[in-house]
């Protein structure tokens, strides 16, 4: 089975710039989450759907982080614009329904640099 | 916000030895999973604990719910080389948010 597909893989860009990451969750999960890796904050939770339903964004950093779900298989995750603060990795998860115990599923990420 | 408390931060041991981490909680939790990290990918799920005292195997890995539910602990037995990586233990205590401790760095030498 497909797991979380993530792209691209690497992204090297000038600060100021729009960046577009990109997520397609395992089929028939109803969560999807994006979090953001640094070696000082380890991994945050920036903002998760249910349903392509944004339930919780209040781990986005700024205005300039935007999230959208518009199907089952598909998100993005914008940043407008870009920081060199931004750099990090950035991680896609989806996981099955359930009363808070289901486990997530992670793709491969997003290794973002802003210059 | 809540945090999980992982211990030890890194290990450094030799191919063959066991090794032992642990997470531990002020509040209690409903499920606890362990997931793995190589350099370069995203965690990868190992072992999913789901009640109080619940003990699972997965290979050469154990994990352990534990019994207040405010903890859990894995371990790894004769540890080889492609055992390298970080291991982070997350959990949910009253929310759809995944909570994920600090993460342990095992280095393992041949």
């Known amino acids: 089975d497909a797991g979380v597909i993530q792209s691209p893989r690497h992204e090297v860009t000038e600060m100021g710039q729009e960046v577009t990451l990109r997520c397609k969750p395992i089929s028939g999960h109803d969560y999807l989450f994006w979090y953001r890796q640094t070696m000082m904050r380890g991994l945050e939770l920036l903002i998760y759907f249910n349903n392509n339903v944004p339930i919780d964004d209040s781990g986005m950093p700024e205005d300039r982080f935007s999230a959208k779900m518009p199907n089952a298989s598909f998100s993005t995750l914008k940043i407008q614009p870009s920081e060199p603060r931004d750099s990090a990795v950035y991680f896609c998860?989806?996981?099955?329904?359930?009363?808070?115990?289901?486990?997530?599923?992670f793709g491969d990420g997003t290794r973002l640099s802003i210059l | 916000g809540q945090q999980l408390n992982q211990s030890p931060q890194s290990m450094f041991i030799q191919e063959g030895e066991d090794v032992s981490m642990n997470c531990t909680s002020s509040s209690i939790f409903n499920t606890w999973l362990w997931y793995k990290q190589d350099p370069g990918e995203g965690p990868v799920l190992l072992i999913a604990l789901y009640k109080a005292g619940e003990l699972t195997s997965n290979g050469r890995l154990t994990a352990q719910f534990g019994i207040t539910r405010k903890d859990s602990f894995l371990n790894i037995s004769a540890s080889i080389p492609s055992d390298v990586g970080i291991y982070f233990c997350?959990?949910?205590?009253?929310?759809?948010?995944?909570?994920f401790g600090t993460g342990t760095r095992l280095q393992v030498f041949p």
């Open positions: 997350a959990g949910y205590y009253n929310t759809d948010k995944l909570i």
């Open positions: 998860a989806s996981s099955l329904a359930g009363q808070g115990n289901q486990p997530q599923h």
